[in-house]
């Protein structure tokens, strides 16, 4: 439900333009035709409205934050359409359709779900002295259900957005980030940091003998793998969070098939990264069942610990590759870590089998 309540279908700037564009000429066209013909506070009301429209179109256009005046602007159109289902009773209740509705696709979801119901409860009130009761109920119920029927779109529109997002960002299997959206990040962290001094380890595992353990278990015994894989070193990324990362977040990715990598930004130096690296082998030192059969996980571990200075994420990640296949080379659960592309030096695993 909290992301839910973070939800706001995206509208591209032209809609949002053109939106505001259509409003501001709905509103002054209503509010002049109110002032010099039927009520002069619905006029008020409509060029009040129109005000802060303009002020969110301009901040629209200007790529400013506009959630404070597109705030004010949708709450000034609540009242006006209160004053009108008031004053003109029917004429002002229908527009109770449109307005509450459409706050699911400019609010986020639980302001929206408020403002709406808000919206029709005190239209609902303003029509009682002027119409019958029963023709009000049939058109609170009629308003309700339309109420419903919007928020239920919305509610189905942010589960696929939310689907679509994982399918992007996520691996299917872990639920870890993909190697996409790792990149993605990796490549905007290295644009940010250039130039500041910071310094960032790239963990790059690969699984010892896989394909042995997909020819005797199966590919399901070798998703299971995988998937304690990922369980037992994302617990101990957690555990090591605030003492390896000095203000930084650990970003865990499966790459691809059995190849994982771990970016750790704010790191000190590579002899930390050699304890950290020797953690990781205790935590996949437990043996594991795999339908009443003990396997081993062990890793080959290639660390880079660097400071960034202009490198892309390509090149990052091939040095980080390059230790891991030299600590593959010198046997089963071993790590390598290489510091800025020059100081490279093997360290042997902590278990041997």
């Not at 259509?22 to 509103?27: C, M």
């Not at 020797?278 to 996949?284: D, I, N, T, V």
Request: negative net charge.
């Amino acid at each position: 439900m909290k992301d839910l309540d973070a939800f706001k279908p995206w509208l591209p700037p032209v809609v949002a333009i053109s939106v505001h564009i259509i409003s501001i000429f709905v509103l002054l066209f209503f509010g002049v035709f109110h002032i010099l013909f039927e009520s002069f506070w619905i006029g008020v009301a409509c060029f009040v409205t129109l005000m802060f429209a303009v002020f969110s179109l301009i901040s629209l256009l200007n790529q400013e934050n506009t959630g404070s005046l597109q705030l004010c602007f949708v709450s000034c159109a609540a009242i006006t359409l209160v004053i009108a289902s008031y004053v003109l009773g029917v004429r002002g209740l229908i527009y109770c359709f449109p307005l509450s509705g459409a706050a699911f696709f400019i609010m986020r979801f639980r302001p929206a779900v408020i403002y709406g119901g808000s919206i029709i409860l005190a239209c609902t009130i303003a029509v009682l002295h002027s119409m019958e009761f029963v023709l009000v109920v049939r058109f609170f119920m009629a308003m309700a259900m339309s109420f419903i029927f919007s928020g239920t779109l919305a509610y189905h529109l942010f589960k696929q957005k939310k689907q679509l997002e994982q399918e992007a960002n996520e691996d299917y299997l872990t639920g870890l980030m993909n190697r996409r959206s790792f990149y993605t990040w990796l490549e905007g962290f290295l644009e940010e940091s250039s130039g500041y001094k910071k310094r960032l380890t790239l963990f790059y595992f690969d699984i010892d003998q896989f394909k042995s353990i997909n020819d005797s278990f199966g590919h399901a015994g070798g998703d299971l793998v995988l998937k304690e894989f990922a369980r037992r070193i994302g617990n101990e990324v957690e555990a090591l969070r605030q003492e390896y990362c000095t203000g930084g977040e650990m970003f865990f990715c499966r790459l691809s098939g059995d190849e994982f990598v771990l970016a750790c930004p704010s790191t000190s130096n590579s002899e930390l990264a050699a304890i950290v690296a020797k953690r990781f082998h205790e935590a996949l030192a437990a043996p594991f069942s795999i339908g009443g059969r003990m396997a081993l996980i062990r890793a080959s571990i290639g660390a880079h610990h660097f400071v960034i200075e202009n490198q892309s994420a390509a090149e990052v990640m091939q040095v980080a590759d390059s230790a891991m296949y030299k600590a593959k080379k010198s046997g089963e659960q071993q790590f390598y870590i290489s510091e800025d592309q020059n100081d490279d030096f093997l360290r042997d695993g902590v278990f041997s089998y």
